[in-house]
């Protein structure tokens, strides 16, 4: 498996950036700074074939979610960077987040910073934690075991779709035409 040099400095003000874009966003909890996370560094992987952080990420119940969140958002937190507290959202507990102070972008290339800016706008605007979560349980993500890493490359994976009533149709006109029934 290919792995990429993890910048956890690089990660750690990823984070925080986030958090300072949309974490005080009513939803944004923990699961959708997740995937923002994972899919600005998938896509960074397919675009330029390399992450941004080099985060590793495992296979949870609700998608992929960085290896080091949890000690960095810690570690943020004990900084005062920014505030994390429990709530609930629609009766469901939810980590939030709020960024006490602007972060720092230098180590970011402006190309980095607009697709994490893309994934944060389409997360919030476009959807709930379950919605985005679900979006994530790709075929890489379905066929890795719970906690397993998912190399970036997975996200090139992909199952054969099951055909369209029209194709199937057209299948069964075949097998009886070459009297394979």
Not at 85 to 100: E, G, I
């Given at each position: 498996?290919?792995?990429?040099?993890?910048?956890?400095?690089?990660?750690?003000?990823?984070?925080?950036?986030?958090?300072?874009?949309?974490?005080?966003?009513?939803?944004?909890?923990?699961?959708?700074?997740?995937?923002?996370?994972?899919?600005?560094?998938?896509?960074?992987?397919?675009?330029?074939?390399?992450?941004?952080?080099?985060a590793v990420y495992?296979?949870?119940?609700?998608?992929?979610?960085?290896?080091?969140?949890?000690?960095?958002?810690?570690?943020?937190?004990?900084?005062?960077?920014?505030?994390?507290?429990?709530?609930?959202?629609?009766?469901?507990?939810?980590?939030?987040?709020?960024?006490?102070?602007?972060?720092?972008?230098?180590?970011?290339?402006?190309?980095?910073?607009?697709?994490?800016?893309?994934?944060?706008?389409?997360?919030?605007r476009e959807h709930?934690?379950?919605?985005?979560?679900?979006?994530?349980?790709?075929?890489?993500?379905?066929?890795?075991?719970?906690?397993?890493?998912?190399?970036?490359?997975?996200?090139?994976?992909?199952?054969?779709?099951?055909?369209?009533?029209?194709?199937?149709?057209?299948?069964?006109?075949?097998?009886?035409?070459?009297?394979?029934?």
């Amino acid at each position: 498996m290919t792995r990429y040099a993890f910048d956890r400095e690089k990660f750690k003000r990823l984070l925080h950036y986030v958090v300072w874009r949309a974490g005080d966003r009513d939803g944004f909890g923990a699961t959708k700074l997740y995937k923002v996370l994972w899919f600005s560094d998938a896509r960074a992987f397919m675009l330029s074939g390399r992450p941004i952080t080099g985060a590793v990420y495992i296979r949870e119940k609700h998608g992929p979610v960085p290896r080091a969140a949890m000690p960095i958002r810690e570690e943020l937190q004990r900084e005062g960077a920014i505030k994390i507290w429990q709530d609930r959202h629609y009766d469901y507990p939810s980590w939030r987040f709020k960024a006490l102070r602007k972060p720092d972008t230098s180590l970011f290339a402006e190309d980095e910073l607009k697709i994490v800016e893309w994934w944060i706008l389409h997360i919030d605007r476009e959807h709930t934690a379950s919605s985005i979560s679900e979006e994530s349980h790709d075929y890489a993500w379905e066929i890795a075991e719970m906690g397993e890493e998912l190399p970036y490359h997975a996200v090139f994976a992909t199952r054969v779709r099951d055909p369209d009533e029209r194709e199937s149709e057209w299948v069964a006109e075949r097998v009886k035409e070459l009297g394979l029934h």
